[in-house]
């Protein structure tokens, strides 16, 4: 099949359809919300094809109003299509489709957004139900599931879920769940499903335990947590399934929903923890908080053994960010000592050891940590005091190596964090103040020399 050739087609004005991108057999529609324009003191249009590792494949150069078009691409493979915005050289706008399997046989049409760059964008296409401590599920079809929590206004748990997309917005509603629930942990499993256990239910902390299944159009419960809880960290272990730490111990899930227990770990000093392989990293309070645990089955039902490496030279800390990186570290952020923390920790799971790292541009305790772009991560959310009553406004990207890149300010308060294909960053539910709730809202991050 001749490749064909690739066109960028952008409308002003009054345009009803959404301006498009045209490569080989990818169609990617540039959605944005209607009362924004992110041409607005736009001079130059730039097309740009890269393939996996950021190597440039075909570049184009033109103007909003002519448009841009690529020659014929011959080279197929994983892609990704940029589209940006410029004034002078600078960025002011960007779109970016995330990497795509593109082979001359193939035919995609994909949505992306197109925003102006570093800020924290409304849309207009908010969830028909605003939400607060729902979970908020990445689909493998680029939408977002939206599950339970609690309904703003009022002291009701939400029972419902609905589907999000680019497009669209609210785009349908997804499965039920058996009783309310504001998840206190959610948890991917191998086989691409999703777990949901414990957080706040209709009477106060739940026992509740659903498995959405991988395409999350359906759901099942499985068997309850050894006691009802609303403080859960939540880890991946490639044949134990979900393990979920509480104060009343190690409690794991397999993908079928069996569940078995660890009864020689003491859990409830940790306060967050990261799946690495057959290893989990945990953070938390000394003594036994700060390590790297390695657990065992010998054949199910029997107890899980659990083997513990403590971390030397790290202080206690509550309500800390952690992750894993793409090159086998871990990575541990924030969260309260002695004080708010903007402290940081690469950690070598071999030593164990922690290894300081750079500051956080500002403390954050219980925020949301996301991978993003490039080994970058994407924080959000979470307060500035012990007691969490001064909120953290902010989405910062953050480089482990080279430490803050960015830091955008946003309204809401507390909000669910997606990262979407291509690095824009999806906001949901969450408090604009305290009587007013956030629908969604969208970020492009582009830091400086991106």
């Known amino acids: ?57 075909a570049r184009s150069i033109g103007s909003p109003s002519q448009g841009v078009s690529l020659p014929p691409i011959t080279t197929f493979g994983l892609v990704e299509v940029e589209v940006t915005g410029r004034r002078d050289g600078v960025v002011l706008s960007a779109a970016r489709t995330g990497l795509i399997a593109l082979n001359p046989e193939d035919v995609w049409q994909i949505d992306t957004l197109f925003l102006p760059i570093n800020q924290a964008i409304e849309l207009q296409w908010s969830p ?51 009783s309310g629930q504001a998840p206190a942990a959610s948890q991917r499993l191998s086989d691409g499903s999703y777990l949901l256990a414990g957080g706040t239910g209709p009477t106060g902390p739940t026992d509740q335990v659903v498995i959405l299944d991988p395409d999350l159009e359906s759901l099942r419960t499985v068997e309850p947590l050894s006691a009802p809880t609303d403080q859960i960290c939540a880890a991946h272990h490639p044949t134990l399934g979900a393990l979920l730490f509480t104060q009343a111990g190690v409690q794991a899930y397999t993908v079928d929903g069996r569940s078995g227990q660890a009864n020689d770990f003491d859990a409830s000093r940790v306060r967050g923890c990261v799946g690495m392989g057959e290893r989990i990293l945990v953070a938390g309070m000394n003594p036994g908080g700060w390590g790297v645990l390695r657990l065992g089955q010998a054949e199910w039902p029997t107890p ?67 991978r993003w772009r490039g080994g970058q991560l994407a924080l959000a959310g979470g307060f500035s005091d012990e007691i969490r009553a001064q909120p953290v406004r902010t989405v910062e990207i953050f480089d482990p ?50």
């Open 1 to 57: 099949m001749k490749p064909r050739v690739a066109v960028l087609a952008l409308l002003l004005g009054g345009c009803i359809e959404p301006p498009v991108v045209e490569v080989a057999g990818l169609t990617v529609d540039l959605i944005t919300p209607a009362d924004v324009d992110p041409l607005d003191g736009v001079e130059q249009l730039v097309l740009r094809v890269v393939d996996a590792e950021g190597h440039e494949l």
């Open 128 to 178: 028909a139900s605003v939400r607060l401590g729902h979970a908020a599920l990445p689909a493998p079809d680029g939408r977002v599931l939206l599950v339970g929590g609690r309904v703003a206004g009022s002291a009701s748990i939400s029972t419902s879920s609905e589907w999000w997309s680019i497009r669209r917005g609210y785009d349908g509603n997804g499965p039920g769940l058996p």
């Open 304 to 370: 899980i053994q659990s083997r513990f490496s403590a971390i030397p030279g790290v202080s206690s800390v509550d309500g800390p960010m952690v992750i894993d990186l793409p090159d086998g570290r871990g990575w541990v952020g924030g969260g309260f000592g002695s004080e708010p923390n903007r402290s940081t920790y690469l950690i070598d799971l071999e030593g164990p050891e922690a290894e300081p790292s750079h500051a956080l541009a500002e403390a954050r305790v219980d925020g949301v940590v996301r």
């Open 401 to 450: 190596e080279r430490g803050s890149r960015l830091s955008i300010p946003v309204p809401p308060r507390a909000p669910q964090v997606n990262v979407l294909p291509g690095g824009a960053i999806l906001l949901t539910g969450g408090l604009i103040t305290s009587s007013q709730a956030a629908g969604a809202y969208a970020i492009m991050p582009w830091p400086e020399g991106s």
